[in-house]
């Protein structure tokens, strides 16, 4: 009779554990919860929420791959990519220097470089209005912005006068930096990914109980 009692004891535990999970699991992010998009992979098969974050910024970079092949087909291959570096405005954020910040000092510098590049591509879009590397690219970079709520955006006065920096009468310097833009976007945006996935690598092996590698320590 005793052991009756524990059995079902036991299996009153797990079915009480079964029922909770997916209402524990729903107070997550809908955006770190999110796995295929055909809505096939189940809950136990989903990645760690890092790996989910890390495809975030690659469906963010997916499109500006083909950034370089649109840019040569525009000019007919008769101006050199790598020209737009000669086009680098001032005002275009750059990567965080990782040996000088801490990793909450870099997550709000990634932050605000992408707030400031949200304005920036409106120089593009006024350029392009068609681009659809663009349109596929300002939804998405809202949804990096998980430090967002600690940076302010540029002001109203500010945002005018980037893009007044922007600005020029020559048509050809207009769309170079535009494309300037992208190019830099791109690397921005890359280089964000790298920093993530080097602070979270370490995190995760720790929690797995596995040792990182040397060069990794270092």
């Known amino acids: 009779y005793l052991q009756n009692i524990i059995i079902y004891f036991l299996k ?10 997916p209402a524990a699991l729903t107070g997550a992010p809908l955006d770190l919860l ?8 189940s809950v ?5 929420l890092a790996s989910n974050v890390l495809r975030t910024w690659e469906r963010v970079i997916e499109p500006t791959k083909r950034h370089q092949k649109e840019f040569e087909e525009e000019f007919h291959g008769n101006v050199d990519y790598i020209l737009l570096d000669s086009h680098k405005q001032a005002s275009f ?3 965080c220097p990782m040996s000088n910040y801490s990793k909450e000092a870099c997550l709000q510098r990634l932050a605000q470089g992408l707030l400031v590049y949200s304005v ?3 120089q ?10 663009l349109r596929e690219l300002k939804p998405g970079i809202p949804l990096l912005m998980k430090r967002g709520e600690r940076v302010s955006a540029p002001s109203s006065s500010q945002e005018e006068q980037l893009l007044k920096q922007l600005d020029s009468p020559d048509t050809f310097q207009r769309r170079m930096t535009a494309h300037s833009i992208l190019s830099h976007l791109r690397f921005f945006l890359i280089d964000g990914k790298r920093a993530f996935r080097k602070w979270e690598t370490p995190r995760r092996q720790k929690d797995r109980g596995l040792t990182p590698p040397l060069d990794k320590c270092i």
């Not at 999110?34 to 992979?41: F, H, K, L, R, V």
């Open 93 to 95: 954020p750059v990567k």
């Open 34 to 41: 999110a796995g295929d998009a055909s809505g096939e992979e």
């Open 44 to 48: 136990e098969e989903a990645p760690p």
């Open 12 to 21: 009153s535990l797990i079915l009480l554990g079964l029922t909770s999970a």
């Open 124 to 133: 593009v879009e006024k350029e392009y209005p068609d681009n659809s590397i």
């Open 120 to 122: 920036l591509l409106k």
